[in-house]
């Protein structure tokens, strides 16, 4: 009895053996994606550490150090004095940069040095910002983790002693959190930026995660792609997928300024998980992920001996690849050109396999066709789940929506959660439908679904043609099943090669359920429930038996359950996990009147100091302080009005030239200010152009012209507190010009020594001038 009982219970064990190993897998296709957290300990001085990667770290992320602030200026001498004790001449070239791309500008001060090298021919081009964002933020991640990674790299490089072909240029912009200004200033400005033939960017969007690779090019990626794949990486992170993508999107890195305006490539890497700390006080030494500076030390050391001896004329292509990274493959490359042909070769496989299965009575016309209802009812119910579930979390939690990352502190729970309840509605919906189709049947729904999607990937976002592969798997399993399923000797055999066929491919896509909502934000939840549906109809029938399939539905369900369970509890705020808030005061001297003002959509103690709680019924006067982008007045009060000095606005001039007129301003600051805004209160603005200090504003080399709307149309932050700009407005002569300038300084807690500081549980919010002294008005103009 006992042998029966143990055979019993071993057969019990195989049948669940392919779920062990497809859970595994998954675990293993997101852990190797990076290196670990302790890589890069070793004490030998030619190899990067990250003990004195964290030390630089820890020195530099002190304090919020944006342009303007005295801790500003300390990053940068120390940065110089780091770089000097390495032997490297530096130069801070200090220039106004003016962006039409972001309409801004400011003064920059960005630090260079130079490695020469032994062979004319370009530079090789190293490049972070050193400027953390206003006002709060620390700017551990973004970008003090690229930062600490170049300086520590060419240290450890230097002492190798190794002889560089190429120059090496370490770039370490300014103003990059304005609007890109120190690459903008260096590529417009400073001679060395003719010498560049490639860049390699070090960014950060969160505090954790892998860092991938993106690309900007002005062609092809294919010199590229092949020379970082023979360069070594050993945890390559990147898929053509997202170049496509990050092609389509605007880009706001560096490296943009670059390609667009000096036609330079290069390389970005970042990291982009932990959204929440992106851009706050809590982007910090402490909350930035170990793993992820690894994984920028990673790509920087290996490229840096490649590219710093390859011909980097040589890296132009006008052919595009598909590639993308696999453990242990590394990369798999091929061409663009590949991705139509595969589609087509594999529409021809399928109609093959299914004509010789229903020859075989292995499949039938109707139970294939009858597959496509289940395919399609899980899609509906998925795209609901992750569309509709979020907008009820939001409803259950109203505290989701004050991040204005768009990802909460308990996000990758709730990601999770609806992964796995994707997954169990999948499998019911499956479960319904099995007694109406066999279970090969069931291949051809989704690999016809898939086809078309490819289909549609092969035409108009070739870059995701990788994903063709799955499919292909597929009907490998569904052949050996066509095929060989009769022979009894072969049925195991069948089985376990079914199984291994479906690894590959749960590789490739788990990793993908993930990252678009982490990349997005969790309104895009629904991305992460189709991928799931889609992903689960594909290769359930390579790994799951009906008579498992109950027991798995159950289990994730289960699972979904216990992972919202675990992310309500955490749903609420702590030291770790601090709530962000906002106030300002608001002086408008064309009424003289002053406000509290906020973003927060509810009080709570900190800013229940400022405000009643009854609510105005009136709507706040975009007159006042209009809207901006990430920022908007949701509570306000009027308060006592201070005599706050405010600039002097001076009109030099006013002048109609053919069809534009010019007005140029002198705005002389009578206090210390951090940031000068320009805004349209009337109607749209035929704007021709704006110069600062007769530097124009220019966007591809050419001044800008748009249609303004009414709100803010232009920054300026201040290098000093008491830096006086002139600023010349061109307009069509035709626009009538109501002007408005407001001027802000981060000084709220010292103009009013009453305020109550934050408790420890609360922080400034993001994106959105925060804790300042705001004076708005209007300028006198004829029309």
């Given amino acids: 009895m006992s042998d029966i009982n143990s055979t019993s219970q071993l057969s019990t064990i195989f049948r669940w053996l392919p779920i062990i190993a497809v859970a595994c897998v998954v675990f293993w296709s997101y852990q190797a994606q990076l290196p670990s957290s302790d890589a890069y300990n070793s004490t030998n001085p030619k ?60 003064k920059t001060k960005n630090i260079i040095a130079k490695i020469s090298g032994t062979l004319p021919g370009k530079a090789l081009a190293l490049v972070s910002h050193y400027d953390s964002t206003m006002h709060s933020s620390l700017g551990a991640s973004d970008a003090g983790s690229g930062v600490v990674t170049i300086i520590e790299g060419i240290r450890a490089y230097l002492e190798k002693g190794e002889k560089n072909a190429n120059d090496i240029i370490i770039l370490l912009t300014d103003g990059e959190e304005l609007g890109l200004l120190g690459a903008q200033a260096f590529v417009d400005f400073h001679p060395w930026a003719n010498d560049i033939g490639l860049v390699l960017n070090f960014e950060a969007r969160g505090s954790g995660g892998p860092s991938y690779m993106l690309m900007e090019t002005h062609g092809g990626n294919k010199s590229l792609v092949e020379a970082f794949a023979n360069a070594g990486v050993q945890h390559p992170t990147a898929n053509s997928l997202m170049y496509s993508i990050y092609k389509l999107l605007p880009n706001d890195t560096d490296l943009t300024v670059f390609i667009e305006d000096a036609g330079i490539q290069g390389f970005n890497f970042a990291f982009i998980d932990d959204h929440f700390d992106y851009h706050t006080v809590q982007d910090s030494v402490q909350r930035l992920d170990r793993s992820s500076l690894n994984h920028h030390a990673e790509y920087l050391m290996p490229l840096l001996s490649y590219f710093s001896n390859a011909d980097l004329t040589q890296l132009e292509s006008d052919q595009d690849m598909v590639y993308f990274n696999f453990p242990m493959l590394d990369m798999v490359i091929y061409p663009f050109t590949w991705v139509l042909t595969m589609t087509l070769i594999a529409t021809i496989l399928i109609i093959g396999v299914s004509c010789i299965g229903v020859k075989r009575r292995r499949l039938s016309s109707k139970g294939m066709l009858l597959g496509f209802m289940p395919l399609l009812l899980s899609l509906v119910i998925t795209t609901s789940i992750g569309y509709f579930g979020w907008k009820g979390l939001v409803m259950l939690f109203p505290q989701y929506d004050d991040l204005t990352q768009n990802y909460t502190y308990n996000g990758h729970w709730i990601l999770a959660a609806f992964i796995s309840l994707s997954i169990a509605s999948t499998l019911a919906i499956y479960q319904r439908f099995h007694k109406y189709t066999a279970k090969n049947e069931r291949y051809f729904a989704p690999i016809i679904f898939w086809l078309l999607i490819n289909l549609l990937i092969a035409l108009k976002l070739p870059g995701a043609g990788f994903l063709i592969l799955p499919i292909y798997f597929a009907i490998a399993a569904l052949a050996l099943n066509v095929f060989y399923w009769k022979n009894e000797q072969l049925r195991h055999r069948i089985k376990f090669l079914t199984v291994l066929l479906a690894l590959p491919p749960v590789i490739l896509l788990s990793p993908l359920l993930s990252i678009f909502v982490i990349g997005l934000g969790l309104n895009v939840l629904f991305i992460a429930t189709i991928l799931t549906c889609l992903s689960v109809s594909l290769l359930t029938p390579m790994i799951i038996t009906d008579t498992h399939n109950k027991a798995i539905r159950n289990i994730t369900f289960v699972l979904s359950l216990i992972l919202l369970l675990v992310s309500s509890l955490q749903s609420t705020y702590s030291v770790d996990r601090k709530k962000p808030n906002s106030i300002n005061y608001i002086l408008d001297k064309d009424s003289q009147r002053a406000f509290w003002v906020s973003s927060n959509r509810s009080h709570d103690e900190f800013t229940l100091q400022f405000f009643t709680k009854t609510q105005s019924l009136e709507p706040w006067q975009q007159t006042l302080y209009p809207d901006s982008h990430f920022g908007k007045v949701r509570l306000f009060q009027q308060t006592q009005a201070l005599p706050l000095a405010a600039a002097e606005i001076t009109v030099l001039e006013d002048f109609i030239i053919n069809d534009q007129r010019t007005v140029s301003l002198l705005i002389t600051p009578q206090r210390a200010t951090n940031k000068i805004q320009l805004a349209n209160m009337g109607n749209k603005l035929d704007l021709r152009g704006i110069k600062v200090n007769g530097q124009p504003l220019l966007l591809n080399n050419q001044a800008i012209e748009r249609s303004v709307t009414e709100g803010f149309f232009f920054n300026y932050t201040l290098s000093t507190p008491l830096e006086a700009i002139t600023v010349d407005v061109i307009v069509s002569k035709s626009t009538p010009l109501s002007l408005k300038i407001f001027e802000s300084t981060y000084d709220i807690f010292e103009r009013f020594p009453a305020i109550k500081p934050r408790l420890d549980i609360y922080m400034p919010e993001a994106f959105f001038i925060n804790d300042a002294t705001i004076i708005g008005q209007s300028i006198s103009l004829p029309n």
Avoid: C, W
């Avoid at 630089?56 to 919020?64: A, S, V, Y």
């Avoid at 300390?74 to 309409?103: A, C, N, P, W």
């Fill in 47 to 106: 190899e990067f550490s990250q003990k004195n990667a964290l030390a630089h770290l820890r020195k530099i992320t002190k304090k919020p150090h944006f342009g303007g602030t005295q801790a500003h200026n300390d990053v940068q001498k120390y940065l110089v004095h780091e770089l000097e004790i390495l032997g490297l001449e530096v130069e801070v070239f200090e220039h106004l940069s003016t962006s039409g791309r972001f309409m801004s500008a400011s």
